[in-house]
């Protein structure tokens, strides 16, 4: 007895099976995201590329100006040892702040020279240290304007002293209130 063989799907378009064209659809976008991500790779490495030319030329440019205006120079610090310390009545009690200070400076030479003052530097920071609002100093606006003081103070000496003011800054490495 014969068999009777099962009727066939109708063929895809093509002559193609049904699971070719799905295979097909994910190839089409694997090489979407693909081309997206190389065009993205692309295009930033070119404007990064772009901004790496520019600033190659800054230099050149930098180098004909550096005439005209001096580099700025490293800081350096010296710190001022020891510590300075202040004594204040407050509120019927003896209060007492103690005050490391460093002076920042971009000239060696110029720092050098200064040394030289540092007992007259010393003693004006303490008058300024010891004249100051205990109450004031609690605050740290009080603190800043206590360190813009001790900058003007030392900038001022070091201007009658040596004809330049030498130190930029004078910073507080440790303050205590107590």
């Known amino acids: 007895m014969a068999k009777k063989q099962a009727p066939q799907p ?5 002559g193609e099976k049904p699971g070719k064209g799905k295979l097909k659809l994910i190839i089409l976008i694997v090489v979407v995201v693909l081309l997206a991500i190389g065009g993205s ?4 490495l070119f404007f990064l590329g772009k901004d790496k030319g520019a600033e190659e030329e800054k230099p050149a440019e930098e180098g004909a100006s550096e005439t005209a205006a001096p580099v700025k120079q490293p800081a350096l610090y010296e710190a001022i040892a ?3 310390i202040a004594n204040y009545k407050f509120q019927g009690r003896q209060r007492y702040m103690q005050v490391s200070v460093a002076l920042m400076a971009r ?11 540092m007992p007259l530097i010393r003693n004006r920071l303490v008058m300024l240290f010891s004249g100051q609002d205990f109450a004031a100093l609690m605050t740290p606006v009080g603190k800043e304007m206590l360190r813009s003081q001790a900058t003007a103070v030392v900038q001022e000496l070091a201007q009658k002293e040596t ?3 030498v130190v930029e800054q004078v910073l507080f ?6």
């Open 163 to 165: 004809g330049k003011t």
């Open 107 to 117: 000239d060696q030479a110029e720092l050098d020279a200064l040394k030289v003052h």
């Open 10 to 14: 109708p063929a895809a378009e093509g």
């Open 41 to 44: 790779v692309g295009a930033t």
């Open 173 to 178: 490495t440790n303050i205590v209130l107590q």
């Open 82 to 84: 020891p510590a300075f």
